[in-house]
């Protein structure tokens, strides 16, 4: 069922599609009475479209809807917005804690004498578990089934509690392992542009497809015009549960595309080339559209690759309207026929289909990509935005290599491998892997991966022995079309073989190099390469093992498995050896547009998707054989290290508890700029040196059945202690040190931040993170904040917060603050020995300024005001509250 509001504007409307009658709330018609609305960006009438559904007067009003037309003169706002996307995506990493947490408010509303019923999703919720494969074989036909038989007896307690969420819950409903990711997913079958579902009358209602996922890159679904954008899990609880998402009118961007792309380039080089772009452009919090003529040149799955990194570029999403390409796809698809007439016939009544006649729509900003100059590209060695030329990639390795990682004069150095007859040196690729949902949702790519691999394998190419090589696709009709096509044959002698259907390599989950291979990086400190054609390379998370993380498209990741190194040009030099002893050049194995346009339009049908999804939740064997409980409350398991009930309820009583004072703190860390939300809480795997990796030995976990942080998100005591420990990170209270490192200052000795947390708590002193500019870069990662409060964090002072990051951080309680320009902390020379005071935490109001004082050791003091990232009035409700999930809890129990 679907609520709505009072539509005191009268502008509930009927359409007839294919002889059925469905109700809608008609733009046009709220355009009578607010103001012409024609060039409202695209994915503010879907805003709109919201709040007229949803106006009663209360949450949404008359004046709201106001504010939308207002915009369109000022072209920003400060007005805040209650939005109420129709669905909820999550990932098993993210959605694990998230089920964890519905059980524990279970467990509290029966505490608190109200209705355990009552937690249950009010709004369609989907779990696809992509994330918990590993490629720990590679390499052989048997590679995907050797992963899944260990991806099953790693995760069996994380699948049965998932099992048991899918029956106790309502409108839950998980894709099982060996699926699909969760955005490739999405974007194939559950996505449906134009949602339809019953009101209190029972009366068919269609509107638009919105919603908000648990990964960063639920924006892919923008691509097929879905406004979806990533939010941290506990966010997700809440608008689950009935909540609001609360937020700004946002700025929009509008990113105008021309012209098409050259021969030979493919669409991940204009993705990086756009996520570049607008990472200079600067567009955090801000929606980014795309228009222009170049829209009729991109594919659905180009438009896909490219709303996918989002995140990358900063934007909250990066929306593609409605056109004929969006129904081309849900016909290929296999979408329902009368779906595929009501999208287009309800987004023509709407406004919301793109006609290429019309003026263009009016945006707060713009800029504009003409597609004939994009060339090939690659990005890193550290961060998806930082792309370079192909044809740069050598020079800029090794500059990386003397200026960055401190090793001048050292490119040359060649170290053996124990028992192998290769050595290996800096930039040596020892990971390709195609990987994850940027690319593997764009059969162009996927089919030139292939093609290369055809040319590579006629001519006698091989991949160097050092090289480990993956294929993990987005879904299983990437399979079927490269079966279909007779590519599969070609990758599987490069080394490519079907590892599984999930994330991989993407998340940290690339599985081990061999043991020699491994032991000559690290006794060496050798800076090892990989190469993957996913969207996130940033430190410490591909393998503990690699340093620099190179994102390119698939095609080019086969080519640099064959030619072994990032440190010579490969554009011109040979990249192998024929069997007939001439050099072949990358030039000799590209394949053509037209080749590639030829295989996916001789083997891609719409049957391929109507088969694969066709029972799409029942999963295999494997996964209808776990036994599951039929009880309404979870049984927790005291002795299981993957699935503990939290501690965020412990004591909770319908008043919240007086929000105290912020006073003499210690800090915790200081950071630098680009603190990603993998350096706070890491998704790969777990060292056993470490204060997690000592929990879990002392529980008798066998450190080859450690899993990763990401498997581990339903046990708060293994994340927690997995907070701030990514092995990259530096911070400056212990200069020189990289790891999860602190000064405990009553004593002065070093320990982990995690052990250090602990000693503070024990002394009742609370705790502080100072921090650089984009602080929360990254993944939509929960645990970045449920960590940070459960360390005893007060506060987080920074120079620039990533949005979703600083969202969490409120929602589990904490203090965001940012310092005013010109002041950070390396102006006020913080060493890490200060107290800090933030006074007056129970009265502050929205975005308002807030004296923080500091002590420092020699006894002076100072002080520097700050801007509390506190940014709407709701936010400031869960604040108060300890957190979003308490005040959902109290307000449902109420």
Not at 37 to 51: D, H
Not at 477 to 484: F, G, H, K, S
Not at 691 to 717: K, M, T
């Amino acid at each position: 069922m679907t609520a709505v509001g009072q539509d005191t504007l009268a502008t509930r409307s009927t359409l007839e599609v294919g002889g059925k009658t469905v109700a809608y709330y008609s733009l046009p018609k709220a355009a009578e009475q607010l103001g012409d609305i024609s060039r409202l960006p695209f994915s503010m009438k879907v805003l709109l479209e919201n709040l007229l559904r949803f106006e009663d007067g209360s949450t949404v009003t008359v004046d709201d809807l106001k504010a939308m037309i207002e915009w369109l003169g000022e072209r920003t706002s400060e007005r805040e917005i209650q939005y109420r996307p129709a669905r909820v995506l999550m990932q098993d990493f993210t959605g694990v804690p998230c089920v964890v947490d519905l059980a524990a408010m279970r467990d509290a509303m029966g505490a608190l004498g109200g209705d355990t019923a009552k937690i249950n999703p009010l709004v369609p919720v989907h779990l696809v578990i992509d994330h918990s494969v590993m490629v720990d074989h590679f390499g052989t036909p048997k590679s995907a089934e050797e992963n899944v038989e260990i991806e099953y007896a790693r995760n069996m307690e994380r699948y049965e509690f998932l099992r048991w969420g899918s029956k106790a819950l309502d409108n839950f409903k998980v894709v099982p392992p060996g699926t699909g990711i969760c955005h490739q997913v999405n974007l194939e079958y559950i996505a449906q542009t134009v949602w339809t579902s019953k009101d209190e009358s029972g009366a068919e209602i269609a509107y638009p497809d919105t919603c908000v996922g648990t990964d960063s890159h639920t924006t892919m679904v923008n691509g097929l015009g879905v406004l979806g954008w990533g939010v941290g899990g506990i966010e997700a609880e809440a608008a689950m549960l009935g909540q609001p998402v609360s937020m700004l009118i946002p700025e929009v961007v509008g990113f105008k595309l021309t012209g098409t792309v050259q021969e030979g380039i493919t669409a991940t080089d204009l993705v990086l080339t756009v996520t570049q772009m607008l990472r200079a452009k600067g567009v955090v919090g801000r929606f980014v559209e795309f228009y222009g003529p170049g829209l009729d040149a991109l594919s659905l799955a180009d438009r896909a690759t490219v709303a996918n990194m989002a995140p990358e570029y900063g934007a909250t999403c990066g929306f593609f309207p409605v056109d004929q390409a969006t129904i081309n796809y849900l016909r290929l698809t296999g979408r329902d026929e009368w779906q595929i007439d009501l999208v287009e016939a309800y987004c023509r009544a709407q406004g919301l289909w793109r006609d290429p006649t019309l003026p263009d729509p009016v945006f707060t900003d713009t800029l504009v990509l003409d597609m004939t100059t994009v060339q090939p590209s690659m990005a890193g060695p550290k961060r998806p935005q930082d792309r370079v030329l192909l044809s740069n990639m050598d020079e800029n390795f090794n500059t990386e290599l003397a200026t960055g990682y401190k090793k001048t004069g050292a490119g040359d150095v060649r170290c053996g491998v124990d028992g192998e007859d290769f050595d290996v040196g800096h930039g040596d690729v020892v990971i390709a892997a195609i990987t994850s949902c940027t690319n593997t949702s764009n059969p162009s790519v996927l089919v030139a991966a292939g093609l290369v691999a055809r040319k590579a394998r006629a001519l006698g190419l091989k991949p160097k022995p050092w090289v480990k090589t993956s294929l993990a696709p987005g879904s299983q009709v990437v399979t079927d079309y490269l079966n279909r096509a007779k590519l599969s044959e070609d990758l599987d002698a490069m080394g490519f073989n079907l590892v599984g259907y999930g994330c991989t390599t993407c998340i940290g989950n690339s599985g081990p190099l061999a043991p020699a291979i491994s032991k000559s990086i690290n006794e060496n400190d050798l800076v090892a390469a990989s190469v993957l054609s996913g969207n996130r390379n940033f430190e410490g998370r591909v393998s503990p093992d690699v340093r620099a993380n190179f994102l390119a498209s698939p095609p080019l990741v086969v080519a640099y498995a064959l030619k072994g190194t990032v440190r010579e040009d490969i554009t011109t030099e040979p990249i192998g050896t024929s069997d007939a002893g001439k050099p072949v050049y990358l030039k000799d194995i590209w394949p053509t547009s037209h080749e590639i346009s030829d295989i996916i339009m001789s083997v891609i049908d719409s049957d391929m998707y109507r088969t694969r999804y066709a029972n799409v939740f029942e999963g295999d064997r494997k996964w209808r054989g776990i036994s599951i409980e039929g009880s309404a409350t979870y049984t927790w398991n005291p002795g299981s290290t993957y699935v503990a009930n939290p501690p965020y309820f412990e004591g909770m009583g319908m008043t919240p508890a007086p929000v105290r004072d912020i006073v003499d703190a210690r800090p915790l860390a200081i950071l630098g700029d680009s603190i990603t939300t993998d350096h706070i809480s890491p998704a790969g795997s777990i060292k056993a040196d470490g204060p997690a990796g000592r929990y879990l030995a002392e529980h008798q976990v066998a450190r080859a059945d450690f899993n990763s942080y990401g498997a581990r998100r339903g046990n708060h005591e293994v994340m927690m202690r997995g907070t701030f420990a990514n092995i990259r990170i530096r911070n400056e209270m212990v200069p020189g040190v990289e790891g999860g490192m602190t000064r405990y200052i009553p004593s002065g000795e070093t320990l982990a931040i995690y052990d250090a947390a602990q000693k503070y708590k024990e002394d009742g002193t609370p705790l502080v993170i100072f921090a650089g500019k984009e602080y929360g870069t990254g993944s939509s990662r929960d645990w970045a904040a449920k960590g940070t409060t459960l360390l005893g964090v007060r506060a987080v002072i920074a120079e620039s917060f990533e949005r979703i990051h600083r969202s969490n951080l409120v929602g589990m309680g904490v203090l965001p603050l940012q310092f005013p320009d010109g002041t950070d902390r390396k102006t006020l020379g913080l060493d890490g020995s200060e107290l800090v005071t933030i006074e007056n935490v129970a009265g502050l109001r929205p975005r308002q300024m807030v004296t923080v004082l500091v002590k420092r050791a020699d006894g002076s003091e100072m002080s520097f005001e700050a801007r509390c990232r506190i940014d709407t009035v709701n936010e400031l409700e869960y604040f108060l509250n300890g957190g979003i999930l308490p005040y959902v809890l109290r307000k449902l129990a109420a």
